[in-house]
């Protein structure tokens, strides 16, 4: 895996000007000549020289451009008018000027006839935050309704030192929970706003260098990894990456992947010059099948050449982030464990031990950790509660006006067209090396979908944790189609970036008309639940503060005093049935609605506009609560019942 | 039957087979082994380590792995088994002895 050289057409990548080659050690070696002559690249014109010069302050330029256009974005970016096409629509031209600059900033650095890594990263950094950042900057605080949940599962441990009970599923796995509780009490701060904020462009930057090592790694050259890495972040539309444990296991996992396929992978053949396959030269005959894989089967694998100590710790490193792993998430220490099966089987890396730490760590929690959980909800680990992930992960989410459509099916097109180039980097990558193995790495994690059941997200996650592979094959297959094609597929491809990096933003951002979060909304919310009495049983459904829909920063405080917002009997969304759910003595103590919910009502339901002041006015007539809070369509009601 | 308190015993087990893997990574990855030959200090850490996982597969099978495993195969709730059958339902009163 460590080796870069080229076997298919006889040429080693030493003289590919497209993508020279980078060593782990450098190499001292006297050079009488420069590198590369920038006039020899293929396309370019004969006898032309392309000045170092201008791309010294190119990139520099274009990326403190974009960010200096990133405030101006935010103060033009007019958030009201929100609509079913989401962040794209509403976005002026200062937000896609920084786009631009950001991918230019990129491209200016790589055409560079010495690209170097600081640049290379620091304008990596700044397409970061022009994309999967961009609502971060513009938006006051962040988005998504779970990361603010899940804030408040730190909120409920950092309160009472313990994972509260009965409260939520996700905290019979709480590593991730008690993590930031902690971090937070580290820093003496009482909430974790601007952690939410910032979570995104900080965990996908994480990730980035984690794809940008594993490229490094599996495709070597000096480009060609900096490509894997933005056509990782440009793929990236899950937005699995707000603040949640499933981003952090990503790190662990792409971690964990970086250590197997880099410093701890085995050559295939054996350097000593033993017939292997494939054949070393085109004249020599092959060999049989039966002899191939007996020469296979009794060819130990190499060993990595590292020092002993480093290859030790390494193997601490990679155990440390299985036994991580364990406790933070649900389903992303089985993707691991499952790719480091496939390499193991294929003995691709040294110390499989770890493989066997990774076993006993998922087993161990889960059969004792995660005793109440397995012996309540078995049906949840092995698939038998819910039948439908692909109809709840797909074709169910396909409703909505137009602009929500439009997004919806792109969400579907763009993970059909990763693929599609992965199996054509698959096939390149194949030609080259004779190794299949990347893309079973990423066919692995499709094996939840039969032996898990994990909700309409399962699919979500699928394409997550093949994407780092995805990427890296797709960028095998540009790279092939670039060779010998010269300057003019690169431009090509640079127009395809720009095109790529604005598609993300418009499929990211699809749904921010009512996932969009206001500060007076948090504000809002801790209202009501400091001014909410508490039951003695906090779980009961009358002691539950409840949104008209699950969105908004509900549950950002108050989960050990109010509950996480359960409904009673067969009662699943106020906003269903607001009459029927609110009028016994189980009804909540008090209900809250927002203006995301107003325009998920509208954009996505097809509800008539004011919908949500409508089921206010009910409520209110129904003489079983009354309004503590109004403006617009945030508002927040209280039994009546209840002191003041 | 599955006993709370014995479960101290697991995480024992479980750092212990730990502890030997590492120590035989260690043996292993420092050593100078020739090609085709176990030392012996490695060979008796890999059977230490496979005693420990052995006991350790023991440990959880009793702190409730045989059940999850049975439940699975046959297809049963391992609630019922821990927490006995839920109570029947209050009998609904006759309209002819109800008051």
């Given at each position: 895996m460590t080796s870069t050289h080229t076997r298919g057409?006889?040429?080693?990548?030493?003289?590919?000007?497209?993508?020279?080659?980078?060593?782990?050690?450098?190499?001292?070696r006297p050079r009488s000549t420069p590198p590369v002559p920038p006039s020899s690249r293929p396309g370019s014109p004969a006898g032309s020289t392309v000045s170092v010069g201008i791309f010294r302050w190119l990139s520099p330029a274009l990326a403190l451009l974009a960010v200096a256009?990133?405030?101006?974005?935010?103060?033009?970016?007019?958030?009201?008018?929100?609509?079913?096409?989401?962040?794209?629509?509403?976005?002026?031209?200062?937000?896609?000027?920084?786009?631009?600059?950001?991918?230019?900033?990129?491209v200016?650095?790589?055409?560079?006839?010495?690209?170097?890594?600081?640049?290379?990263?620091?304008?990596?950094?700044?397409?970061?935050?022009?994309?999967?950042?961009?609502?971060?900057?513009?938006?006051?605080?962040?988005?998504?309704?779970?990361?603010?949940?899940i804030a408040g599962f730190s909120d409920s441990i950092a309160q009472t030192g313990a994972s509260p009970q009965g409260i939520d599923a996700r905290f019979y796995w709480p590593a991730f929970f008690a993590q930031w509780a902690f971090f937070r009490d580290a820093g003496g701060a009482s909430q974790l706003d601007t952690v939410l904020r910032w979570f995104p462009p900080a965990v996908v930057t994480v990730w980035t260098i984690g794809i940008y090592a594993l490229a490094r790694s599996m495709l070597g050259g000096s480009r060609a990894p900096w490509v894997a890495a933005w056509l990782f972040v440009g793929l990236n539309w899950i937005e699995q990456d707000y603040f949640s444990p499933q981003a952090t296991g990503i790190v662990l996992m792409v971690t964990v992947l970086t250590f197997a396929l880099g410093p701890l992978a085995t050559r295939r053949t054996d350097p000593a010059g033993v017939p292997g396959w494939p054949r070393p030269h085109e004249d020599v005959p092959r060999l049989s099948v039966v002899r191939r894989w007996m020469v296979s089967l009794l060819t130990p694998p190499n060993r990595p050449t590292l020092p002993a100590r480093q290859l030790l710790l390494i193997y601490f490193c990679a155990s440390l982030c299985l036994l991580a792993a364990a406790p933070e998430h649900q389903i992303t220490p089985f993707a691991i464990v499952g790719q480091l099966v496939l390499l193991a089987v294929v003995g691709r890396f040294r110390g499989r031990g770890i493989i066997l730490v990774g076993v006993m760590a998922i087993v161990v929690f889960i059969l004792i950790a995660g005793r109440e959980f397995w012996i309540n909800q078995l049906g949840l680990i092995i698939g038998s509660g819910d039948k439908g992930a692909i109809a709840a992960g797909v074709s169910d989410r396909l409703t909505g006006d137009t602009g929500q459509v439009v997004v919806k099916y792109l969400r579907v097109i763009v993970p059909g067209l990763t693929w599609l180039l992965a199996i054509v980097g698959a096939w390149t990558y194949w030609k080259r090396r004779r190794d299949l193995v990347p893309i079973g790495l990423a066919v692995v994690p499709m094996f939840f979908a039969a032996v898990q059941s994990y909700g309409g997200e399962l699919v979500l996650r699928i394409v997550l944790y093949g994407l780092p592979i995805l990427a890296i094959l797709a960028t095998d297959a540009l790279r092939a189609l670039v060779r010998n094609r010269g300057r003019v597929t690169e431009v090509f491809l640079a127009v395809g970036m720009a095109v790529l990096f604005g598609a993300v933003v418009l499929i990211r951002?699809?749904?921010?008309?009512?996932?969009?979060?206001?500060?007076?909304?948090?504000?809002?919310?801790r209202q009501v639940s400091a001014q909410t009495p508490t039951l003695a049983d906090k779980n009961a459904p009358s002691a539950q503060i409840v949104a008209l829909s699950g969105l908004g920063p509900t549950g950002v405080v108050g989960l050990n005093q109010h509950g996480s917002g359960v409904l009673f009997g067969a009662c699943v969304e106020l906003a269903d049935n607001p009459i029927p759910c609110t009028q016994n003595d189980n009804r909540p103590a008090a209900i809250?609605?927002?203006?995301?919910?107003?325009?998920?009502?509208?954009?996505?339901?097809?509800?008539?506009?004011?919908?949500?002041?409508?089921?206010?006015?009910?409520l209110v007539a129904s003489g079983k609560y009354v309004i503590t809070y109004q403006d617009g369509f945030n508002w927040a009601v209280k039994r009546t019942d209840l002191p003041a | 039957m599955i006993n709370p308190a014995n479960d101290v015993w697991v995480w024992a087990t479980a750092a212990l087979f730990l502890a030997l893997v590492a120590a035989r990574a260690w043996v292993v990855e420092t050593g100078r082994a020739r090609l085709g030959r176990t030392s012996r200090q490695v060979k008796t850490l890999t059977g230490a380590s496979a005693v420990a996982l052995v006991g350790l597969i023991a440990l959880l099978g009793l702190q409730g792995g045989a059940l999850m495993v049975t439940s699975i195969v046959n297809g049963t709730d391992p609630s019922k088994v821990v927490y006995g059958p839920a109570p029947a339902a209050p009998k609904a009163p006759s309209p002819t002895t109800g008051g």
């Open positions: 057409d006889g040429r080693g990548v030493d003289d590919d000007p497209v993508d020279p080659p980078t060593t782990a050690l450098p190499v001292q256009l990133l405030p101006v974005a935010a103060a033009t970016t007019d958030l009201d008018k929100l609509d079913g096409w989401g962040l794209a629509k509403i976005l002026g031209p200062a937000a896609w000027g920084a786009l631009l600059c950001a991918v230019a900033a990129c200016a650095e790589l055409w560079s006839p010495r690209p170097r890594i600081p640049m290379l990263g620091a304008a990596t950094g700044v397409l970061i935050l022009c994309s999967t950042g961009l609502p971060s900057v513009v938006e006051p605080v962040a988005r998504f309704s779970t990361a603010w949940l951002g699809g749904n921010d008309s009512y996932q969009v979060v206001y500060p007076q909304e948090v504000a809002l919310y809250v609605s927002y203006t995301s919910i107003e325009k998920q009502g509208v954009y996505l339901y097809g509800k008539t506009p004011g919908w949500s002041l409508a089921i206010l006015q009910q | -």
